[in-house]
């Protein structure tokens, strides 16, 4: 039943933050922003809490804004991983205007509007990219999913831009072009979706609609959106071969907008391909989707294996590690069964390491000035205990234990082999190995030797900010990989029941 | 329901196709930012017309709410961002212009095909519109690989838009104002921010060419 209280949440949850950006753009106040940032994410988070540990179906819109298992799942991960990112960004916004001052040639007052007014601009939009992203978490209405995801881009895309110069640019211009074309084709999966759901049934797109009137959809049709949202959301979420994207805009945005892009927004688009592919599971095409899900799945983690080796930026190896994870994810929801709730364990795994290690990135970033692999060197030495994250975390990333991403790799490729589905295992053992060395062979040098360059001179001293958001992530992390707590056990586990059956869920 | 000036729609769809095949022949910037705007403007006639039975509000505000953005604003800002950047010149393609031309015809039979095969009921079978509507798609996607100004790939995405508009067209009965307005939102923020980015390239590199943009690579420098 819909509760006044509930009601009141949702709307909080979606609009606060975006309110708060109006408030950031509009004042010119420098403490306002931080002030802001800290105190909508801190809501953010204690909401997200109140929606998973109280768990109610709120509605709003007639059913078009719902809050199911699977958004409820996403929705938590884009809550801590903006409350990490923001901690992170106060800290490293004040380095950022030092550094601007410092560099500032002749008028030190102009250098310093300048760098007040790109620093406002930045915490609006961080706040616009937090409300755009509740609002897929929420989306239940395909059509309004697809404005919500369009959002996500334009919200982020000056993120992108924050560091200027060419390379910013060329980086915000793929990825606008790239995924406003992707959106795009979406956008005609939509059109094919409404013209497979029969009219005279009445209904709108929501998803609970469909998925009622699933056996009167038509399959033909619903196949071909299928094929165009999978596309145009794929693309937003990074699988090869329309990825190309990913790599520059994650290597040239600023390190806490990359682990929000990485974790937060790729875990977004995959919810819209999710919830197409749970009506056509209800529809009687789940295999169809299947085999789609892990053919990209497979390409997916095939390329990244392809540009890993040998890469030289450290900050592009994580980019096409994520592009290797969101292949992970494909593959597991595509193999159905056991994998999907081993899937959804891997999203939360992904999410948490992968934004922990673009944060510990951006500390190596900003002391060493390159991110050139090969021109880093003793990490150890000159940031200790980034040092120690970046190690952790290279081995979380690759599935080593007892990390949560070992114990879903694990599971998945158990599953794989039960079904005796050799065509996959193979291939993503191979590929997950070769990853493996890749992402080694570049970062494990980093970390040993003698520091050079310029933090050899130069070492600034790790500040509380930069360290606590990393440590705070890899705790998370670390606690999914022993053991399940059995709230989340519960969770994964309806979602993992309503992908694989088709049946409309949450609704209890 | 029906259509009932069947003609006059094939006529505005036959000016459509047309005005697709001088996208893909054309050379002057200008002349884009015009077709795509009459483009904009015969999309948004076909919704009144193609919806003529049932005229609501909702309809209302689509047919104004695509023709000022698509024949006003959108090339509004597509122009003061041609005369900031002071491009003149004409657009150096990929693809040659007769060979441009060569393959619109054969997606144009594409289009044909396709639409022909597609089981389509109801108002949209008795016209060309999806035949119309595949040929704008198709036009759109060529034009965004094949042309290398930035501004050129933000006219061909919303050829590639107007495309995917008219297609839906007939069928979207069901869906609700407020998600058409946020479709226009979504693309006037988004022709907005990229016009935004126009205006950085060609101050950080006194060209629009898109060629500029190729630096980040993988391997090497």
């Known amino acids: 039943m819909i509760q006044a209280g509930d009601s ?92 601007a001052l410092q560099n500032a040639q002749g008028d030190k007052a102009a250098a310093a509007s300048a760098a007040e007014r790109s620093e406002r601009i930045f915490i609006s939009s961080l706040l616009f990219f937090l409300s755009t992203m509740t609002l897929v978490t929420f989306c239940q209405h395909f059509e309004l999913l697809w404005v919500a995801i369009e959002a996500t881009t334009l919200a982020s895309a000056p993120l992108v831009y924050f560091h200027r110069g060419p390379h910013a640019l060329e980086a915000t211009w793929k990825y606008l072009v790239i995924c406003s074309f992707g959106i795009a084709l979406a956008l ?16 709108a797109l929501t998803v609970s609609s469909l998925l009622s009137r699933a056996a009167l959809l038509d399959r033909a049709w619903l196949k071909a959106a299928f ?79 392809v540009f890993i080796i040998r890469q030289q930026d450290y900050k592009r190896m994580l980019a096409y590690s994520s592009v290797e994870h969101m292949g992970v994810l494909s593959l597991s929801v595509g193999l159905g069964g056991a994998a999907v709730f081993a899937g959804m364990l891997h999203a939360i ?25 090969k021109a880093v060197r003793g990490v150890l030495r000159a940031l200790p205990a980034s040092g120690v994250l970046w190690f952790l975390g290279l081995f979380a990333i690759t599935g080593f234990p007892p990390f ?9 490729l158990r599953f794989a082999l039960e079904r005796g589905r050799y065509g996959v295992a193979i291939p993503y053992l191979l590929f997950l190995s070769l990853i493996f060395i890749g992402m080694a062979s570049v970062s494990l040098p980093m970390l040993l030797g003698e520091p050079q360059g310029a933090a050899k001179t130069h070492v600034p001293r790790e500040w509380r900010w930069s360290i606590l958001p990393p440590v705070a992530l890899a705790f998370l992390a670390l606690a999914l990989g022993p053991h399940i707590p059995p709230f989340l056990k519960a969770r994964i586990d309806a979602i993992a029941v309503e992908l694989n059956t088709g049946v409309p869920g949450g609704a209890k | 329901m029906g259509i009932r000036n069947g003609s006059f729609v094939d006529f505005l769809l ?7 095949l001088l996208l893909l022949g054309s050379s002057r910037l200008m002349s884009y930012i015009r077709i795509c705007a009459a483009q904009g403007l015969l999309v948004s006639a076909l919704t009144f017309i193609l919806h003529r039975g049932e005229v609501s509000a909702r309809i209302v505000v689509l047919v104004v709410g695509s023709a000022v953005l698509k024949a006003g604003l959108f090339p509004w800002l597509l122009i003061r961002a041609v005369r900031v950047a002071y491009i003149k010149k004409e657009i150096e393609p990929i693809v040659g212009y007769s060979a441009s031309l060569i393959f619109g015809v054969l997606i144009l039979a594409l289009s044909l095909w396709l639409s022909a095969r597609l089981p389509i009921h109801g108002k949209a079978a008795a016209s060309f519109v999806p035949t119309a509507a595949f040929f704008t798609i198709f036009t759109g996607c060529f034009l965004i690989v094949s042309r290398t100004k930035a501004i050129t790939q933000v006219i061909s995405y919303l050829v590639l838009e107007n495309g995917i508009y008219l297609f839906g067209l007939p069928f979207v009965g069901e869906a609700a104002l407020l998600i058409e307005l946020g479709v226009f939102l979504d693309l006037t923020v988004g022709v907005a921010v990229m016009g935004i980015i126009i205006y950085h390239i060609s101050r950080e590199f006194d060209s629009l060419d898109v060629k500029h943009l190729s630096t980040l690579k993988d391997w090497g420098s």
């Open chain 1, 404 to 412: 949560g991403l070992f114990t879903s790799e694990f599971l998945i």
């Open chain 1, 227 to 305: 094929i165009f949202l999978f596309v145009g959301y794929g693309t937003k979420m990074g699988l090869a071969p329309l990825h190309t994207w990913l790599p520059d805009a994650h290597s040239e945005a600023p390190s806490a907008v990359s682990s929000l892009l990485s974790g937060a927004l790729l875990s977004c688009a995959f919810v819209g391909i999710l919830r197409a592919f749970h009506v056509c599971v209800a529809a009687g095409l789940g295999s169809f989707a299947q085999g789609i899900l892990v053919t990209f799945g497979l390409i997916s983690m095939g390329f990244a294996a």
């Open chain 1, 349 to 373: 795994g992904h999410a948490l390491i992968k934004a922990m290690l673009f944060l510990v990135a951006g500390n190596i970033l900003i002391a060493y000035h390159t991110k050139s692999a």
């Open chain 1, 188 to 203: 005609l999966g939509n059109f094919l979706l409404s013209i497979a759901a029969p009219a005279h049934a009445g209904g």
């Open chain 1, 8 to 99: 009141l949440a949702l709307w909080l949850q979606l609009l606060f933050p975006a309110a708060c950006g109006v408030a950031v753009f509009a004042i010119p106040r420098r403490r306002l922003g931080t002030a802001l940032l800290a105190v909508s994410s801190a809501l953010h988070l204690c909401i997200t809490a109140f929606f998973w540990f109280v768990p109610r179906r709120e509605l709003a819109l007639e059913g078009w804004l719902a809050l199911d298992e699977i958004g409820r799942l996403f929705l938590g991960i884009v809550s801590v991983l903006f409350a990490a990112a923001a901690a992170y960004v106060v800290g490293y916004l004040s380095h950022h205007r030092l550094l």
């Open chain 2, 14 to 20: 036959i000016a459509l196709i047309l005005g697709n």
